[in-house]
């Protein structure tokens, strides 16, 4: 069985400050694990993928993140925050060996910037 | 490339009505699929097909029916809508089903559904 959790809704910080975005994922084989963005009204956008290549994966727009089997987790950082970045975020959790139905969007969090 | 592209972008129906939102993509992609998005709740797979002629069942299924007539669109019908059904609702694409591999998806901007 799979699942993945988020565990918070609602990240707020101020420009400039680090960003951290917590996800706990829940696998019976050997996760792939993805970050998704979607700002306002948008589609989703892939900001990074782990496939059990190196544990620290980098994205885009200078996020990456470290995939942990010790904890299951998966979490999203980013050095310096950008009024870009506010958005939502999707943890995402599948396996190779799993079906098409087996992909596990997380609930979201939204990260919101402060000026 | 116009990526993957959905039709309408907005659509109020009322209850039992029926309606096909449509998706289209033009990158060759074997798979497509759709899910709906509710406030926490993520997005949830709704139907996926892995190639034309090929289409499965995701978490959500009932109350929709899809087809996959040709390798670029994949359409998603209401039958009978309920209010229930009220969402945002998104198509996707990518190189190849999930059997070998998982690539990245190509999220369309979304459907904003209302049913009254």
């Known amino acids: 069985a799979q699942s993945v959790t988020q565990l918070d809704s609602h990240v707020s910080v101020s420009e400039g400050t680090p960003v951290l975005l917590r996800c706990n994922y829940s696998?019976?084989?050997?996760?792939?694990l993805f970050w998704y963005v979607q700002h306002p009204n948008k589609g989703l956008q892939l900001l990074l993928k782990?496939?059990?290549?190196?544990?620290l994966v980098k994205g885009i727009n200078g996020f990456e993140a470290e995939f942990k089997k010790s904890e299951t987790s998966f979490h999203l950082t980013k050095p310096s925050a950008h009024m870009s970045d506010a958005a939502e975020y999707f943890c995402?959790?599948?396996?190779?060996?799993?079906?098409?139905?087996?992909?596990?969007f997380g609930s979201g969090t939204r990260l919101s910037i402060r000026p | 490339n116009a990526g993957v592209t959905q039709t309408p972008k907005f659509q109020v129906l009322k209850t039992g009505q029926s309606m096909t939102l449509q998706c289209a993509q033009d990158?060759?992609?074997?798979?497509m699929s759709w899910y709906r998005q509710d406030p926490g709740m993520g997005l949830r797979l709704i139907h996926y097909?892995?190639?034309?002629?090929?289409?499965d069942q995701g978490e959500v299924p009932n109350g929709y029916n899809v087809s996959r007539s040709t390798t670029e669109d994949f359409p998603l019908r209401l039958l009978s809508a309920a209010p229930s059904q009220t969402s945002v609702y998104f198509c996707?694409?990518?190189?190849?089903?999930?059997?070998?591999?998982?690539?990245?998806?190509?999220f369309g901007p979304g459907t904003r559904l209302t049913v009254l």
């Open positions: 996707a694409s990518s190189y190849q089903g999930l059997a070998d591999s998982y690539n990245e998806q190509f």
């Open positions: 696998s019976s084989y050997s996760p792939s």
């Open positions: 782990y496939t059990s290549a190196a544990t």
């Open positions: 995402v959790v599948t396996s190779l060996y799993s079906s098409a139905s087996k992909i596990i």
């Open positions: 990158m060759n992609h074997e798979y």
């Open positions: 097909s892995v190639g034309a002629g090929i289409t």
